[in-house]
């Protein structure tokens, strides 16, 4: 009973005082795709029933350069109006100095994930942000029409190229939007990705190498790069070019591909009720350059940020903590496909069962490519830019990737100056 009189006595003091102080309102960036914002609704309830504090997600494009541009804009001017960021693995040394050291907070749990993954997101002995998924993308292919064309699941490029075209020409004739093979072909970070994987897979190095040796111009990478655009207009649509993760999604999802290049989150939307590939598609790693070649998986993968500015760090950190925690990555593990950085959800029975994928990316994503963030520090952004550029504009028909390379080679020196800092 006395339990029961305090608890009212509590109710009557907040009504007098009004809520406690620490019912925060917080705001959460992220780039958005498929159901992101009622996911996040999902996601954070049981921390807001917790708490009492709140959180709203303002959803971004989902285009991790438009994302990045923005973001920078923000923190540069000390804006108090984002709590809590969702970062790209790539962004942690050029954003360091604007979240908090999440150290400190996170010393009784970072050890439950992968330790790479936590070093990534480590700047000079900071722990700039907490991951909340990993990434490394797959090779889709639709099992049904491999079937009906009699061809085998592709090993190399040229193996790609040969499938998706037989498949193709049978196709088109019923269906004059069906292409061989869809994948990200915009100016953007997406492209930096393919492309890596392009040049990785012929032995054409990492564009540039742990040690910050610039490596791109070499004849492999050119090869490389020309296979791709051999894809455009033939095997891919000419508007490849305009495309990212979601218009490649798109043109799978309605049944207009026979493969597509994309991460695991178009896994369990490939699985969904409106998909018309639903129960038709499966996984394998991308092709490699050659029989004596290894495939390539560039590592991608999402983290989150406090934001020095917020007024609110307490309980943004108990978000970042919430959010990378367990139960957000099982969550988020059997909705959305994406990819734990905890290593015990590898072995969990529940998402072995309903999202298979994931214990069978669990190498892929190990033996990744990392793209050069690490060596290249605060450049990071430019050495990209100026990477995707130049194959997107071999891509278009605009130089060879030979000149093209050999161009990107001379501009990354200029900007690497007497070393990268
Ligand atoms: C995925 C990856 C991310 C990458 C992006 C490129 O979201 O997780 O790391 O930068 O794709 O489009």
Redesign the pocket.
Known sequence: MSFGYRATAVAALLAVFGAPAMADELFYVSGATGAAVENFKKYVAPWEAQTGHTVTMVPMPS??TDQFAQYRLWLAAGSTDIDVYQT???WAPQLAEQFVDLTEAAKDVAGNHFPSIIESQTVGGKLVALPIFT?APALYYRKDLLEKYGVAVPKTWDELTAAAQTIQDGEKAANPDFWGFVW?GNA???LT?DALEWVKSFGGGQIVEPDGTISINNEKAAKAIETAKGWVGTISPEGILSY??EEARGVWQTGNAAFMRN?PYAYALGNGDDSKVKGLFGVTTLPAGSADEKSAATL???NVAVSKYSEHQEAAISLALWLSGPEVQKMRALNETNLPTIVSLYDDAEIAEKAPIIPQWKDVFLNAVPRPSAPTLTKYSEVSAKFFNAVHETLAGNGSAADNLAALEADLTDLKGDGWK
């Open positions: 285009s991790t790209d693995v790539i990434d990200q953007y970070e997406g990705c990212q993760e991460w991608g993968g999402w």
